[in-house]
């Protein structure tokens, strides 16, 4: 592709991907972009992209996505990495489109699937914190992506449009011809089943791939219903380093606490059953971190002899609390806590339903 075409491409991406993601709005996808062209489009970026005020804007919106999490007042322009995974998600969004098979060949989605996996293998994982940070302020809303479609029907029919706006004509002569309008909002995971020609699996497969070159993001949209959150080895990489946790911690706490429990339980109980030795510990350190401050949220409200609450039965979310509780115990017993004997034994004692549970037990069993 030449310098030429691939400002222009710049210049699109930019306008119609990697704005509207972080200000919101209307992600427009166009024609594929393709592999060859995903890290080369970054290299042409700073002559390209030819509305200084749109880029301000952004600039500003990812400062405060940034500083949700951390106290900053900068942000980097977007690396030549991230203009890659805008562009892969350009082409994993537009895998989808119902018309893709139809405009080019029946082929065309799997062949599309086939270059954004080609593209993500060229993208490297973080090296740093502050790498991690920069990405998710670009892709932190990467779950609001919605397709509306939209369904016209009148007395002699009807017609179904995936992703498209209707003629204004069919919804004329409202009441006499019995126009009715109902519209429907399909997330970015229900897209291959909902009239796109993908197949679901291998677009479920790219999405994680996705997700491990953005593992903040992957980590603050972890209850997600789907692709599950599995522990990775960037996660675990970022989860294992004390400011990368805390950046951790924070996001996953603007997330319901009983979904980020069930699947942080469920991802941790595959490392340990799975003899994962230090990456498990890794996930099981995060997890006594959530534990500690779990209980000092319960001391705080200042209610004499109160506690967590006791598992009336085994989930994933018990088994996270109990797993953490644990691990949390064994550093309480240890010499470097840092705390009084008083502050200790009061912990210990909001612990102590976790540390007895059922979950407590399957753990101790997983780990002889």
Same mark, same amino acid.
């Given at each position: 592709?030449?310098?030429?075409?691939?400002?222009?491409?710049?210049?699109?991406?930019?306008?119609?991907?990697?704005?509207?993601?972080?200000?919101?709005?209307?992600?427009?996808?166009?024609?594929?972009?393709?592999?060859?062209?995903?890290?080369?489009?970054?290299?042409?970026?700073?002559?390209?992209?030819?509305?200084?005020?749109?880029?301000?804007?952004?600039?500003?919106?990812?400062?405060?996505?940034?500083?949700?999490?951390?106290?900053?007042?900068?942000?980097?322009?977007?690396?030549?990495?991230?203009?890659?995974?805008?562009?892969?998600?350009?082409?994993?969004?537009?895998?989808?489109?119902?018309?893709?098979?139809?405009?080019?060949?029946?082929?065309?989605?799997?062949?599309?699937?086939?270059?954004?996996?080609?593209?993500?293998?060229?993208?490297?994982?973080?090296?740093?914190?502050?790498?991690?940070?920069?990405?998710?302020?670009?892709?932190?809303?990467?779950?609001?992506?919605?397709?509306?479609?939209?369904?016209?029907?009148?007395?002699?029919?009807?017609?179904?449009?995936?992703?498209?706006?209707?003629?204004?004509?069919?919804?004329?002569?409202?009441?006499?011809?019995?126009?009715?309008?109902?519209?429907?909002?399909?997330?970015?995971?229900?897209?291959?089943?909902?009239?796109?020609?993908?197949?679901?699996?291998?677009?479920?497969?790219?999405?994680?791939?996705?997700?491990?070159?953005?593992?903040?993001?992957?980590?603050?949209?972890?209850?997600?219903?789907?692709?599950?959150?599995?522990?990775? %080895? $960037?996660?675990?990489? #970022? =989860?294992?380093?004390?400011? @990368?946790? /805390? +950046?951790?911690?924070? &996001?996953?706490?603007?997330?319901?606490?009983?979904?980020?429990?069930?699947?942080?339980?469920?991802?941790?109980?595959?490392?340990?059953?799975?003899?994962?030795?230090?990456?498990?510990?890794?996930?099981?350190?995060?997890?006594?971190?959530?534990?500690?401050? %779990? $209980?000092?949220?319960? #001391? =705080?409200?200042?209610?004499? @002899?109160? /506690? +967590?609450?006791?598992? &009336?039965?085994?989930?994933?979310?018990?088994?996270?609390?109990?797993?953490?509780?644990?691990?949390?115990?064994?550093?309480?017993?240890?010499?470097?806590?840092?705390?009084?004997?008083?502050?200790?034994?009061?912990?210990?004692?909001?612990?102590?339903?976790?540390?007895?549970?059922?979950?407590?037990?399957?753990?101790?069993?997983?780990? /002889?």
């Amino acid at each position: 592709m030449a310098k030429v075409s691939l400002g222009a491409v710049a210049d699109r991406v930019f306008r119609d991907v990697m704005a509207p993601l972080v200000l919101g709005g209307d992600l427009v996808a166009g024609r594929p972009i393709g592999a060859r062209a995903a890290l080369a489009v970054g290299v042409a970026r700073d002559r390209s992209v030819a509305d200084p005020e749109l880029i301000a804007h952004v600039d500003l919106a990812r400062i405060r996505v940034a500083r949700r999490l951390v106290a900053v007042d900068h942000v980097e322009a977007a690396s030549v990495h991230e203009w890659a995974l805008a562009v892969v998600l350009h082409d994993l969004v537009q895998s989808t489109n119902p018309r893709l098979p139809s405009l080019l060949r029946a082929s065309a989605p799997a062949k599309l699937i086939a270059h954004v996996d080609a593209a993500l293998e060229h993208v490297p994982q973080v090296t740093s914190v502050r790498e991690a940070l920069a990405r998710h302020t670009w892709f932190s809303r990467l779950f609001e992506i919605a397709r509306t479609d939209t369904v016209v029907s009148w007395w002699t029919g009807s017609q179904t449009f995936l992703g498209t706006t209707p003629s204004a004509r069919l919804a004329a002569w409202p009441e006499l011809r019995r126009v009715h309008v109902d519209t429907t909002s399909r997330p970015l995971t229900e897209l291959p089943t909902a009239g796109g020609g993908v197949d679901p699996a291998l677009y479920e497969q790219s999405l994680a791939a996705f997700l491990a070159r953005t593992p903040l993001t992957d980590l603050a949209t972890l209850a997600r219903a789907t692709p599950e959150f599995r522990w990775t %080895a $960037a996660t675990l990489a #970022l =989860a294992s380093t004390r400011g @990368g946790s /805390t +950046l951790a911690q924070r &996001a996953m706490a603007r997330a319901s606490t009983e979904a980020v429990d069930h699947a942080l339980g469920r991802a941790t109980r595959a490392l340990v059953a799975g003899k994962a030795g230090q990456p498990a510990m890794v996930a099981l350190e995060l997890l006594a971190d959530r534990a500690l401050a %779990a $209980a000092e949220a319960v #001391l =705080a409200k200042g209610v004499k @002899g109160a /506690t +967590l609450p006791r598992e &009336a039965a085994p989930t994933d979310g018990s088994f996270a609390r109990a797993a953490g509780a644990i691990v949390a115990q064994r550093r309480l017993l240890g010499a470097a806590h840092g705390l009084t004997e008083d502050d200790r034994t009061r912990i210990l004692g909001v612990l102590e339903p976790a540390l007895v549970s059922a979950s407590a037990g399957e753990l101790k069993a997983l780990l /002889t």
